[in-house]
């Protein structure tokens, strides 16, 4: 492992496999598979991608060429890493995690994780998240990894913290929703910080 500014690794795009879930580079059909996951109303309200429930309800579920065509681009990327979570019982993809937003220099990115409803309430968010950090922490030279939570999602707050991420602050009103102010949390985890065991993350 370097020990210099740069990041090694994220052009590296591998298979993580867990008991619940497969971490894959996405292929076609996972590509295919994102159009409704994205469009999924409680996925657009969560990652504050729109600002109303109308506008959340009225998404089209598929994929034009520019986001598919980013998809298929994914692969070639060094400054970040986009695995298809796939439901290891049915071989389908139900979701993304990703890490984005690098700043090699200071050896940290940014976390992401979005399941549509086939992939929710089964630990699978749980598991990819696991699965994500410890790739992240064992082959590559990043030391901090990032995220926001907005106040309205206290079950992905729960599946961070369970994962290993501190809680630093919150950025107050930082998403505007049918006319409320939602404040978002930020989270970290270090490399150096302790992770919880497989049986803690069940």
Known sequence: MENGGAV??????????????????????????????????????????????RDAESADPGLDAATRAWYEGLATRNDRLDLAVVDAAGGHCVGEVVLNDLDAENRSCGFRILLGPAGRNRGLGSEATALLLEHAFSNTTLHRIALEVYDFNPRARHVYERAGFILEGTARAALLFDGRWIDAHVFSILATDPRPGPAARS
Do not use: N, W
């Open 8 to 53: 090694v690794g994220l052009g590296t795009k591998p298979v993580l496999a867990g008991e619940r879930v497969i971490l894959r580079p996405f292929t076609k059909a996972d590509i295919a598979a994102m159009g409704p996951i994205l469009a999924d109303p409680e996925v657009l309200k969560l990652t504050g991608s729109v600002h109303s429930t």
